[in-house]
């Protein structure tokens, strides 16, 4: 199986702060990753796929990048709104869910 | 516009079944597949397995093998997935999700509760 290893588990900034999670395959996954957004009590949220296209109606301040085995999901100005768990996902063999990056507001 | 739509919360006691429904409106059903999520208290999210709603081919998670069954009635746009034989770590928020080939969830139902307890 392909794991997923994310980091930080956990992460504090300040509105219009630039955030930064990464996300480490065990193995090559080329660009077959998405990143998902999940607020408490509600169901994930694509944000990103193929590592790097952004979803339909997902604000510009959201990017991923990264090929391979490491990738890197950034919000380029923290909103108040952005506060969730952020969870990166591999299809490149069955599937996998890193383990989440739980984002606060300092 | 696309809505994925849950049945609701359901309480069983370990050694039990449960059948979790997943109603699918606003596209054309067999054109995609559906998957299962869950997600532990506190915990992160787990795969289950995928469906074809085209053909009902299913993949499962290795781990779920034997226990769990996922179908479709095509007439209704509907998706289910049978867990057998839980346990209380299968207590959970169950998740269906619209599969995007080759392996993206952009659309989510809104979660069931399945709790298991003596």
């Known amino acids: 199986d392909i794991q997923m290893t994310q980091s930080p588990s956990s992460l504090s900034a300040s509105v219009g702060d630039r955030v930064t999670i990464t996300c480490q395959a065990s193995q090559d996954i080329s660009n077959y990753l998405n990143w998902y957004q999940q607020k408490p009590g509600k169901a994930p949220k694509l944000l990103i796929y193929?590592?790097?296209n952004l979803e339909t109606g997902v604000p510009s301040r959201f990017s991923g990048s990264g090929s391979g085995t490491d990738f890197t999901f950034t919000i380029s100005s923290l909103q108040p709104e952005d506060i969730a768990t952020y969870y990166c996902q591999q299809y490149d063999n069955l599937i996998t869910f890193g383990q989440g990056t739980r984002l606060e507001i300092k | 516009q696309v809505q994925l739509v849950q049945s609701g919360a359901e309480v069983k006691k370990p050694g039990a079944s449960v059948k979790v429904s997943c109603k699918a409106s606003g596209y054309t059903f067999t054109s995609y597949g559906i998957s299962w999520v869950r997600q532990a208290p506190g915990q992160g999210l787990e795969w289950m397995g995928w469906i074809s709603a085209y053909n009902g081919n299913t993949n499962y998670a290795q781990k779920l093998q034997g226990r769990v069954t996922m179908t479709t009635d095509t007439s209704t746009s509907t998706a289910y997935m049978e867990l057998r034989s839980l346990r209380s770590d299968d207590t959970a928020v169950y998740y269906c999700?619209?599969?995007?080939?080759?392996?993206?969830?952009?659309?989510w139902g809104q979660g069931t509760l399945v709790t298991v307890s003596s």
């Open positions: 999700a619209r599969w995007v080939p080759a392996g993206t969830f952009d659309y």
């Open positions: 193929d590592a790097s």
